[in-house]
């Protein structure tokens, strides 16, 4: 047992941060779409733009803006010409660069390129040791720092879980101050008020400079929409704060078809996509230019109890539709992740895990929030679920990154006249050049024979995340940052709290 | 918890037989390969069937055929210009019907069907009550049953598990025996032996009678070449007693990147191409038409021992580009499965199975052995794993045969008039004319909410899979069979059987 706990300790030893930011895709996309097909979506999202239109409530700055630029307003409800509403996207970026505080760690959204970040919003934890529970604010910097030491995931998103022992009104200035100073690695900002959106705008000011956050994205808002078909002030407030400074913004509709959706995946995701480019079209209206990901949360739900289900077949397909839709529009796509329904890290997760992020992955998905840690329908972030997650998130990133390789060192002619019929290419020259780059080396997957598994302890993949997760922490480092704006960050931090009251709810 | 059990035991009592015998695919297939990979990965499997050679070795009748063919034979070796392989192939049928002997439990294998079958060939068995053990034909039947009530199985494959109780030179006796009485759908004979191909072709023809077998595929073999580049007795002697009585053979190049192919993706599916187009060219030289299946069985290993591994970004590759390869040369594919290296039913095993079929299935694998029951690389047939598997299944068998549905009713436009921004679609009248087809409902997957869960006694995945085969032996009915033709088959195996010594090795 000392042996092979000795093995793991030292394969995990890598997990620190590599250089890679992103993945830079070679392997084509997968659009299952045919031309009819892809014709009838698109009408139909063109019909609810203009026809069935697209309510956005309680902020009246929105439904101005909406007015001077030509937009039919009836009461809350804004109505425009499809052409139009594609027009004004246009102004969207395919894609952009959202810089980290560390360079070597920006990452390009849109396009061939794909960035995985944990989960968001989860008010639960869950580690083998401690079991469930609510989350706290030294889980989340935990969860933090992980996101930060592992090499595949490229971006450390924001609430990776709600640190519960913290005011409502004052957690984003302690989780935006967490990410910025515990990773260098490109995070979002607060989205949930105008004030904790300017907060976090202020706050990447302070880290990145003034003149920097006026030349390039430095940070973003996630935001969903209330579907169907209503965006409520915090999406148009929150563009309002990130796109007038120039910085991103990702809107997501959040569907359970035959909820927030008919109960079909092609009126969901029709619906999906034209509730995000109306807001796509605000966003430009805002300023145009903006970074905008246009987002896509769809799922299916048990019509036995009403419960939303994850890596079924209905948003596997929902996946792949979105992917071709988004890349026509020429628009950055979030959608999918690491999703399951599964309390714990049982096959169960894995299966639907894995079924949602091979088809997030293949489908093209740009920015992949939730792509680690997602346990009992993003109620709860899961510690051996972030690290097992992560895990194979190195699978697809060789898969997207690599494609398959042909050139003639691949073909390995040489290695034909060496081995015979019935032979074996382990000790030929050919593999000798290869075999250290050959293989994606998954660090929890154990593939040893029955004896050598049962002599380490007949360990399950839980355990051996748990083994990994805790021993990184162990070797935790804080990247480095200049100690003159890290005190100004505490500053601000520290002043924002103390004049606002605290708020619970 | 006696309450949860019930549920358990009411959902997992569908689990019958469905009439739906195979998937007819709509979704289009992942062709991820540009014409210059494809033309590059062609030229080299041309180059290895004629310049590299692949050796016939042990049946001087193989080499005779060969030989008469106009080939061109040294020593063992045969090579022949690549065109005259290719044409060879073209007699090849792009599908068939393999018929069971209850007609609607009859598969197309080829084109845009795909067949699901379980494990073949392992040892070992395990279950959650007895843990891991030599499996024995107790077993074995059990095995059976499972397969031909699962709705998600279309066919029961042979070897769902080696009865190690019984003499080696007797088994394939009682399986087939086995499938042919305790289940109706499609299965294989056996392979590993001459006599015992043909005491399963036999056996065939009393079950389907003369006339049925001359004008139909009842049986096939599987059968695996001796990578690299070798193709033993045990190969072409199964081809000359399947295919010379019009039934049909799936040859299977076994190839782990850097052993019995180079360490590269590219070359290793160039490899197995070319094993296998000479295989089919050989097949067709036996008899033109006969039913053949390209085989490929391509994984990795793991470069610090040598293990294999499964699920990885190699082999999923491999999947999607033998996938394009086979469709070009207009041969039914056999590849992939739900593939693992875990030794227990945890997630790393769904992991790797679900990313292993999820490019099997969008690969358009034709016919997937071992898409259900895998453990251990192979060495164990899990009984939770062939449930779990299997209900996993019913969601790729949802998405290949429906893709999306884009019809007027799919679109919902009624629903819009009903519900108005920021509602619901629960109640529209298109949710009630919908919901019941509308999503996949997994058997196993649990999607409550945590509290239901607990209270239903935290059952893992592999618990409530547990659960759910126990209670499907329970019921399980053998389907009706003619007694006549029942004893006339019971008979034969009691002569063979009183005909050989026993063998055990």
Chains 1, 2 share one sequence.
Request: charged share 25%; with cysteine; hydrophobic share 40%.
């Amino acid at each position: 047992m000392a042996r092979r706990n000795r093995k793991y300790r030292t394969r995990t030893d890598n997990l620190g941060v590599l250089p890679s930011p992103h993945i830079r895709r070679v392997l084509p996309f997968f659009d299952p779409l045919d031309a009819e097909q892809i014709n009838r979506l698109e009408t139909q999202v063109d019909w609810i733009m203009q026809d069935v239109g697209i309510a956005f409530r309680d902020d009246p700055e929105a439904l101005r803006i909406w007015k001077d630029a030509g937009a039919n307003v009836d009461e809350d409800t804004v109505r425009m010409p499809a052409d139009q509403i594609r027009a004004l996207c246009k102004t969207a970026l395919r894609d952009f660069v959202q810089l980290a505080r560390n360079p070597d760690r920006s990452v390009t959204i849109g396009g061939n390129n794909q960035v995985f970040a944990p989960i968001y919003g989860a008010p639960f934890v869950r580690d083998l040791h401690s079991g469930r529970r609510y989350a706290t604010f030294d889980d989340f910097e935990k969860l933090v720092k992980l996101a930060y030491m592992h090499p595949n995931l490229h971006h450390t998103g924001l609430v990776i879980a709600e640190p519960t022992d913290i005011p409502v009104n004052k957690r984003h200035l302690d989780m935006v101050l967490a990410h910025m100073t515990l990773s260098d690695k490109p995070h979002l900002g607060a989205i949930t008020e105008m004030s904790r959106a300017q907060d976090s705008i202020d706050m990447a000011e302070i880290l990145h400079g003034r003149d920097v956050m006026d030349q390039n994205c430095v940070i973003m808002g996630n935001v969903n929409t209330n579907s169907p078909l209503l965006i409520d002030k915090v999406v148009t407030e929150a563009i309002r704060v990130y796109c007038r400074r120039g910085q991103g913004i990702v809107v997501v509709p959040f569907i359970l078809s035959g909820a927030m959706g008919p109960v079909s995946t092609a009126a969901s995701v029709a619906q999906a996509m034209a509730e995000a480019l109306m807001v796509c079209a605000f966003s430009q209206l805002v300023r145009p230019g903006a970074p905008f990901v246009l987002g896509n949360f769809l799922s299916s739900m048990s019509l036995k109890s009403g419960a939303p289900t994850f890596g079924m077949p209905e948003p596997v397909m929902s996946n792949y539709a979105i992917g071709q839709l988004a890349r026509r529009a020429g628009l950055p796509l979030r959608c999918g992740g690491s999703l399951t329904a599964s309390k714990i890290e049982d096959a169960q997760a894995a299966y639907e895990s894995a079924d949602s992020m091979h088809s997030t992955m293949l489908a093209g998905a740009n920015f992949v929030l939730h792509a680690a840690g997602w346990l009992e329908g993003g109620l709860c972030t899961g510690f051996e679920k972030l690290i097992m997650d992560a895990d194979r998130l190195g699978s697809y990133q060789k898969l997207l990154g690599q494609g398959l390789d042909v050139s003639d060192e691949a073909l390995a002619r040489d290695a034909y006249g060496e081995v015979k019929p019935g032979g074996h290419f382990l000790g030929s020259a050919h593999t000798f050049r290869n075999y250290q780059n050959a293989f994606y080396e998954p660090t929890l997957s154990d593939s040893e024979n029955v004896e050598s598994w049962e002599e380490a302890g007949s360990k399950d993949m839980r355990q051996r995340a748990y083994d990994c997760w805790t021993g990184m922490l162990e070797r935790y480092e804080p990247p480095p940052i200049d100690i003159a704006i890290k005190e100004e960050l505490s500053g601000f931090v520290a002043k924002r709290k103390a004049d606002l009251p605290d708020v619970w709810y």
